[in-house]
C-alpha cells in the first residue's frame, strides 16, 4: 500500500493532415456551407409564401379555429427549423476558419468578415417574436397576431437577403481561395520541372529514372488543367463575374513541351529533353503571372467599382434627407382641403421610388463587398417601411402620424448616410494599399477614368509626334516618308484626338471646350496631310499651334482653379443696451448654452465616440 504508484496510458499517435487532405476537408466543408445556405434561401422563399397565404385566409375571420392555430404552428415549426440549420452553419464556418491557417492575409482578413455576417445572420428578434406568437395562440387576439405575423415577415424579408449575399459573398471567396491554391500548385509544379531539368543536364542518371520523373509532372499538369476548369465553373456561377483569362493554348503548349521532353528521353536524347523542359517551366511561369495578374485585377477594379457606387448611393442618400426635410416643412404649412396637398402626397410616393432604388443599389453592392455591414441592409428596410407608412398617413390626412414617419425616415437616412461614410473611408485606405499600374491618386472622384491620359500626357505625346514628322525635311519644306511610317504617324495622330476626346468626356463641358474643339480640328487637319503625304511647311506651323493651344488649355485649367473662395459672414448681433430685443434674445441664448453644459446630452455609443473624435 505504501509506497510510490506509477500507471502507463495508452499510446496515441497525432497524426498531421498533408496539405493536400487539408485542401479536400476545406472544399468538402465549403460545400456544405453552400448547400445549407441555399437550402435556406429556397426554405425562407417557400416561408414567405406559406405566412402570405395565411395572413389572406385569416384577414375574414373574426377569430382563429382549430386548423388557422394548427396551420400556424406548422408554420412556425418550419421557421425554428431554418434558424436551427443556421446555427449548425455558424459552427461549420468556425470549423472551416480554424483548418485555414496558412492562407494569404487579404483572403483570411475577408474571411474574417464574412464569418461576423453570417454570425449575424440569426436575428435575436425573431427568437423573441415566435416566443410571443406562441402564446398568442391560446388568446383570442387576432390584431396583436396580425401585427406579429406583419413583424415576422419583414424579419423574414431581411433574413433571406442576408443569406443571399453570404452565398454569393462565399462563393466569391471559395473562388479567390481556390485560385491561390492553383497558383501554389503551379509554383510547386514549376519547381518540380526544374529539378528535373537540372537532373538531365546534370545527372548520370538512367533515362528510365528521368522518363518516369516527367511523365508524373506531365499527370501533375493533367490534374491542374482539371481544377482550371472547375475554377472557371465557379467563376460562371457568380453573379458577378471575374475576368479570367484564357489559358487554354498555354495549357496545352505546357503538355505538349511535357510529351517531348518525355519523347527525347525514351530516345535517350537529353538535350532536346532539356530544352522541351525549359519552355515547359516558361509556360508555367506565363501560366502563373497570368493567373496572378487577373487575382490582382479583379480585386483592384471590385474596389474601384465599389466605391465609385458607394459615393453614389451616398450622395443620393443626402439628396433624399434633404427632400425628405423639405416635404415635412412643406406638409406643415399646406392645409389638408387644398389641392397643393395631393402633390405633397405625390412627392412622398416619388420618394418612396427613390428610397426603393438605393435600397436595391445598396443590396447589390453588399454582395460584391464585405464591408457593407448587415445593420445597413436593416436601416433600410427601416426607411422602406417608414416611408410606407408616411404616404399611407398622407393619404389619409393624418398629418401628425405621417410627420412622425417622416422624422423616423430622416433619422435612419442620416445614420445610413454616417455609416456608409464610415465605410467609405475604409474603402479608399483599403484601396491606397494595393498595387497598381493607374497613374492617377487612389482617392481620385473618377478612379473608374483613371486609363485615360492627362491633357499634359497627351502634349508630351504631341511634342514627341511633331519632333517624328519634322525629321527628314527636305530644303523645299516637303517631308518625303515611306507609306509605312505615314501609317504609323497617322495612326499616333489619331490616338492623341482619341484620348482628347475621352478627356473631355470625363470632364463633361466646361469653359474650355472651345480650345479641344480647336485643337481636335486641326489634329484631323495634320491627319489628312499625313495619309495624302502632303506634310508641309504650313503643316508644321499647324503643329506648333497645336502646342500653343495645350498650354493655353493648361492656363485656363490653372486660371479657373485660382477663383476667389467663397467667404462665410458670421451674423454678429451689435449690443444696444437700449433694445430690449436684445436682452431677451440675450438671456434666452445664455440660458440655453448653461443648458446644454450641465445637461449631458444623451448620445448612443456610435455618436458618443464621433464626438469624442
Not at 497617322?490 to 474650355?512: F, P, T, V, Y
Amino acid at each position: 500500500i505504501k509506497g510510490s504508484k506509477k500507471t502507463k496510458s495508452q499510446i496515441f499517435i497525432l497524426k498531421e493532415n498533408t496539405k493536400a487532405e487539408s485542401i479536400l476537408e476545406k472544399d468538402k466543408l465549403n460545400e456544405k456551407i453552400k448547400n445549407t445556405l441555399s437550402n435556406s434561401i429556397t426554405k425562407a422563399q417557400e416561408l414567405k409564401e406559406e405566412l402570405k397565404e395565411f395572413h389572406k385566409t385569416i384577414i375574414a375571420k373574426k377569430k382563429l379555429g382549430w386548423e388557422d392555430k394548427q396551420k400556424l404552428k406548422e408554420i412556425l415549426k418550419k421557421q425554428k427549423k431554418i434558424l436551427e440549420e443556421l446555427k449548425k452553419n455558424k459552427n461549420n464556418t468556425t470549423l472551416n476558419q480554424k483548418n485555414q491557417s496558412k492562407i494569404k492575409p487579404s483572403i483570411l482578413e475577408k474571411q474574417k468578415k464574412l464569418k461576423e455576417l453570417m454570425d449575424s445572420v440569426v436575428d435575436k428578434e425573431i427568437e423573441k417574436l415566435i416566443e410571443e406568437l406562441e402564446k398568442l395562440l391560446n388568446k383570442n387576439e387576432k390584431e396583436k397576431l396580425k401585427e406579429l405575423l406583419k413583424k415576422i415577415d419583414s424579419k423574414n424579408n431581411n433574413l433571406e437577403k442576408e443569406l443571399d449575399r453570404d452565398l454569393e459573398l462565399f462563393k466569391q471567396l471559395d473562388f479567390e481561395q481556390k485560385t491561390e491554391e492553383l497558383i501554389e500548385e503551379i509554383k510547386a509544379l514549376k519547381l518540380k520541372q526544374e529539378e528535373l531539368k537540372k537532373e538531365t543536364e546534370t545527372s548520370e542518371l538512367d533515362t528510365k529514372n528521368l522518363v518516369t520523373k516527367q511523365d508524373m509532372l506531365k499527370k501533375k499538369m493533367d490534374e491542374l488543367k482539371k481544377t482550371i476548369n472547375e475554377l472557371n465553373k465557379k467563376n460562371e456561377d457568380l453573379e458577378n463575374k471575374n475576368s479570367m483569362p484564357k489559358t487554354d493554348q498555354i495549357e496545352k503548349d505546357i503538355s505538349n513541351s511535357m510529351e517531348q521532353s518525355k519523347q527525347s528521353l525514351e530516345k535517350k536524347n537529353k538535350k532536346k529533353s532539356s530544352k522541351n523542359q525549359k519552355e515547359t517551366i516558361k509556360k508555367l511561369d506565363q501560366l502563373e503571372k497570368e493567373l496572378s495578374a487577373m487575382l490582382e485585377s479583379n480585386s483592384e477594379e471590385a474596389q474601384i467599382e465599389n466605391i465609385e457606387t458607394l459615393r453614389e448611393i451616398l450622395e443620393n442618400l443626402i439628396n433624399l434627407s434633404f427632400s425628405q426635410e423639405t416635404l415635412i416643412n412643406k406638409t406643415q404649412k399646406t392645409k389638408t382641403t387644398s389641392s397643393e396637398f395631393i402633390k405633397l402626397v405625390q412627392s412622398q410616393k416619388k420618394l418612396s421610388l427613390d428610397s426603393k432604388i438605393i435600397e436595391d443599389s445598396l443590396f447589390a453592392l453588399s454582395k460584391r463587398s464585405v464591408k457593407i455591414q448587415a445593420k445597413i441592409n436593416s436601416e433600410i428596410s427601416l426607411i422602406k417601411e417608414n416611408m410606407k407608412e408616411a404616404s399611407k398617413n398622407l393619404e389619409n390626412r393624418k398629418v401628425n402620424k405621417s410627420a412622425e414617419k417622416q422624422q423616423f425616415v430622416m433619422t435612419s437616412t442620416n445614420n445610413l448616410a454616417l455609416l456608409l461614410s464610415e465605410i467609405l473611408k475604409n474603402m479608399q485606405m483599403d484601396l491606397s494599399t494595393m498595387p497598381s499600374k493607374c497613374s492617377k491618386p487612389k482617392n481620385c472622384n473618377k478612379p473608374k477614368n483613371c486609363k485615360n491620359p492627362s491633357m499634359s500626357e497627351l502634349k508630351k505625346a504631341q511634342k514627341e509626334l511633331n519632333k517624328s514628322m519634322k525629321k527628314g525635311m527636305n530644303k523645299d519644306g516637303k517631308n518625303k516618308k515611306s507609306s509605312q511610317k505615314l501609317m504609323e504617324l497617322a495612326k499616333k495622330q489619331g490616338l492623341i484626338k482619341s484620348g482628347l476626346e475621352s478627356l473631355e468626356k470625363e470632364n463633361g463641358k466646361s469653359n474650355d471646350s472651345k480650345i479641344t474643339n480647336q485643337l481636335k480640328e486641326q489634329m484631323e487637319q495634320n491627319e489628312y496631310d499625313i495619309i495624302n503625304n502632303n506634310i508641309s511647311n504650313k503643316t508644321f506651323d499647324r503643329l506648333d499651334q497645336i502646342i500653343d493651344k495645350f498650354l493655353d488649355f493648361e492656363k485656363a485649367e490653372k486660371e479657373q482653379g485660382e477663383d476667389e473662395k467663397r467667404e462665410s459672414n458670421e451674423w454678429i448681433l451689435e449690443n444696444d443696451e437700449k433694445t430690449s430685443k436684445y436682452n431677451k434674445v440675450f438671456k434666452n441664448r445664455k440660458y440655453q448654452l448653461e443648458m446644454l453644459n450641465t445637461t449631458p446630452v444623451n448620445l448612443t455609443p456610435y455618436y458618443k465616440k464621433e464626438v469624442n473624435n
